[in-house]
């Protein structure tokens, strides 16, 4: 039981990093080139 919970924890965690990551690339492709490189 405690290893399913460890691992529904890591998923969602997994999922909200992807999802984070996800927005950030999206936002990095609307800026300038300068702002990406910094």
Sequence with gaps: MIVGYLLVV???LLTCGGQLCQKQA???WQLPPEIRRG
Excluded: G, I, K, P
């Design 26 to 28: 999206a936002l990095s």
């Design 10 to 12: 890591v998923v969602s």
